[in-house]
């Protein structure tokens, strides 16, 4: 027996806050997402709470930037440290030695559900919930956010990319 095809298509992995969906262990082309929450700016980290990367038919639609040097900027001002430079939101920025628990997770080999609550790490929130849902037998992917905001902010979401558009 094939020890993949035994293998769960969602993971959660508790204690580092992240989970994952996948349609096939097998197909270079088939679906893929993983997101995480957890602690802001933990030893060396981003302020990257509710970021995902997100992979289908053969294509990295979100990535990650991946690791930027030291020596460019002082580290609160890298672009990749902030939430800008990851695929989450910004209201403000996420405020230090916060956590963002994962409150749901369920799947299935046809779907999957996660919320992250990011209530905490956005000071201007009184709530702000990031739902992702994997569905039509993991061929689509939903990312929801549910903010209620405590005064008037600005509010973006990010996503990069480096594949090709086509509208």
Do not use: C
Request: charged share 20%; glycine share 6%; no cysteine.
């Amino acid at each position: 027996l094939d020890k993949l095809a035994t293998l769960p298509k969602a993971n959660y992995f508790r204690g580092v806050y992240i989970f994952s969906f996948r349609d096939s262990y097998y197909k270079n082309d088939g679906l893929f997402f993983s997101a995480h929450a957890g602690a802001v700016t933990a030893y060396h980290s981003h302020n990257d709470a509710g970021t995902f990367v997100f992979d289908h038919l053969g294509e990295r639609w979100a990535m990650d930037l991946g690791q930027q040097t030291y020596n460019v900027v002082k580290d609160s001002e890298a672009y990749r440290k902030r939430t800008e430079g990851h695929n989450t939101l910004t209201i403000n920025n996420q405020t230090a030695n916060t956590f963002a628990p994962i409150v749901r997770f369920e799947g299935n080999d046809a779907s999957g559900i996660a919320v992250t609550d990011m209530s905490a790490i956005y000071p201007d929130a009184n709530k702000a919930l990031r739902g992702y849902m994997i569905s039509d037998n993991y061929q689509s992917v939903t990312i929801r956010d549910e903010l209620e905001l405590s005064k008037s902010s600005s509010v973006y979401w990010f996503m990069h990319t480096q594949a090709d558009m086509y509208l």
